[in-house]
């Protein structure tokens, strides 16, 4: 090997060793440069996640806020509904009472101020015969129609 190295001249090995520097330049620069595109590969992706991210963090946000004014208007037209329903019923309630005082019946027991709460337990009849009975009794002058009922009833129940 040295007697190689001893036949070539000094221009041979200052070309040799240019062509060996330059060598090792152009693989230093190749790496460099694909290092390079990583990195800007690199921070791209990083940009494009953080935009996505913050584009979907807003939809998100829209969704929860469009939901909850659902749920808001749900809420409160559930509340309107309950408080009418209420007022119906305690309507409802007044004009029964006014009705039984009116006709000589029995009052209903409850308490007039809370209607649809009763002071007392329901009466609980035996049969549905002594039960429609009964209200054939409350009805007075409806009693025609309540026969009529009775009968329709125990037309469909019974067949």
Avoid: W
């Avoid at 040799?16 to 620069?29: D, H, Q, R, T």
């Avoid at 969704?63 to 749900?74: E, K, R, S």
Wanted: some cysteine.
């Amino acid at each position: 090997m040295l007697a190689l190295l001893s036949s070539l001249g000094i221009k041979d090995a200052v070309y040799g060793f240019l062509i060996i520097a330059l060598g090792s330049f152009l693989v230093y620069e190749r790496a460099h440069l694909i290092n390079e595109g990583k990195a800007d590969v690199e921070r791209a992706l990083a940009a494009s996640t953080a935009k996505l991210t913050a584009a979907n963090n807003a939809a998100l946000a829209k969704q929860a806020a469009d939901d909850a004014a659902a749920i808001t208007a749900l809420e409160s037209s559930y509340a309107n509904a309950l408080k009418a329903s209420d007022a119906n019923a305690s309507a409802l309630a007044v004009r029964l009472r006014n009705y039984l005082a009116g006709s000589g019946k029995a009052a209903l027991s409850g308490n007039p101020a809370a209607p649809g709460k009763p002071d007392a337990a329901p009466i609980i009849s035996g049969s549905v015969g002594a039960a429609l009975g009964s209200v054939i009794t409350a009805a007075g002058d409806d009693a025609e129609q309540v026969i009529a009922l009775q009968q329709y009833i125990t037309a469909v129940c019974h067949d």
